[in-house]
């Protein structure tokens, strides 16, 4: 599955070699945060992981918007249905 996402993302004249070591750290049976932090650490170093984009503050409050209004019809129909009988 990381092998998968980080194909989309791989930077141009990425190594498939060092995906793969990505791929074996993400599968490896002996994981704990030192190992895994060490990982991260040669990867970034060696330009291996991709940015990440991080979203304007507007698509973030047009984001929370539309989550607080699903919500609310949410617990509107809730509210409604509890009033209904049921047959």
């Known amino acids: 599955m990381l092998r998968a996402s980080l194909k ?3 930077p141009s004249g990425s190594d498939p ?8 750290q993400a599968h490896a049976k ?5 190992i895994d932090a060490t990982v991260l650490a040669k990867l970034y170093a060696s330009g291996f992981l991709p940015e990440v984009w991080v979203p304007d503050p507007r698509p973030l409050a047009l984001r929370r918007q539309v989550t607080t209004r699903t919500l609310l ?3 509107l ?3 409604k249905n509890l009033g209904t009988p049921r047959t």
């Not at 070699?17 to 074996?24: C, F, K, L, Y």
């Not at 002996?30 to 030192?34: A, L, S």
């Open 8 to 10: 989309c993302c791989r």
């Open 17 to 24: 070699d060092r995906e793969s070591q990505a791929g074996a």
């Open 30 to 34: 002996v994981k704990t945060d030192m």
């Open 73 to 75: 019809v949410r617990q």
């Open 77 to 79: 129909s809730r509210l």
